[in-house]
């Protein structure tokens, strides 16, 4: 069902799913990390989860349905200024939420992809560690432990912010992000629901496809490379 009286449909489902399974990820990534031992192998899982997760993202704030395209939600400072200084926010990420997203995508991005390079000189490396030479491995595994810390800090600040729109604006973003739907009052008048049909859900599994491709071929040049040498 796209609306009825009492809910606007904004995310649609490819777009919920992708939320918690990044989310799912990110802190299965931090948890093998700090397990270690056995748990690498679940640490690089993870980041190669992640990778085909933000690879399905770009992709889909391309082709997706409205409120999930770049286009429709990334805006300039000036818009970023109007909304700080009390103007309404539109459907889907305000103005200053879509500047997070963005952040987040880039330095989980940069997480994931380091991560293929990097190595813990103990007994895990990442899938493409042995294609690039010593001091480069060495460079991505230095970036990787120093932006972790940049997505912990990331990550608290969307926690915070979520929980500052529950308490303080009584905008329910958690139940928007699970159910899809928003409250007509959370949504500027006249807000046209988002496109949730089956040729949405087509589009979607073509680009999850094209995601999980990359991850496999990734993984298959791991596969290659130990048995090169």
């Known amino acids: ?17 992708f939320h918690w399974a990044l989310a799912a990820c990110i802190v299965g990534a931090y948890i093998s990390v700090k ?26 704030g391309l082709v997706g349905p409205r409120y999930a395209r770049f286009a429709t939600f990334v805006r300039g400072p000036a818009a970023v200024k109007r909304y700080l200084q009390g103007a309404m926010a539109p459907a889907g990420h305000n103005p200053l939420g879509a500047w997070s997203v963005l952040a ?46 940049v997505i912990i800090g990331l990550v608290c600040l969307h926690l915070l912010a979520v929980a ?16 899809g739907d928003a409250r007509p009052q959370d949504v500027p008048p006249g807000t046209p629901p988002a496109d949730d049909g089956l040729h949405i859900w087509l589009r979607a ?25």
């Open 164 to 179: 500052w729109y529950a308490v303080v604006r009584r905008k329910r973003l958690v139940r928007t992000m699970i159910t």
């Open 35 to 60: 397990l270690g031992g056995l748990y690498m192998e679940w640490h690089v899982w993870f980041g190669l989860a992640t990778l085909g997760l933000v690879a399905f993202r770009l992709m889909w």
């Open 104 to 149: 987040l995508l880039a330095v989980v991005g940069f997480q994931a992809v380091s991560g293929l390079f990097a190595t813990d000189d103990i007994m895990t490396q990442g899938p493409l560690y042995a294609r690039v030479d010593e001091p480069l491995s060495a460079w991505f595994t230095s970036w990787h432990g120093t932006n972790e810390w």
């Open 205 to 229: 599994l073509l680009v999850a496809g094209l995601a999980a491709a990359l991850v496999f071929w990734i993984r298959s040049l791991e596969v290659v490379a130990s048995f090169s040498f």
């Open 1 to 17: 069902m796209q609306h009825t009286r009492s809910s606007v449909r904004i995310w649609d489902l490819p777009t919920r799913l």
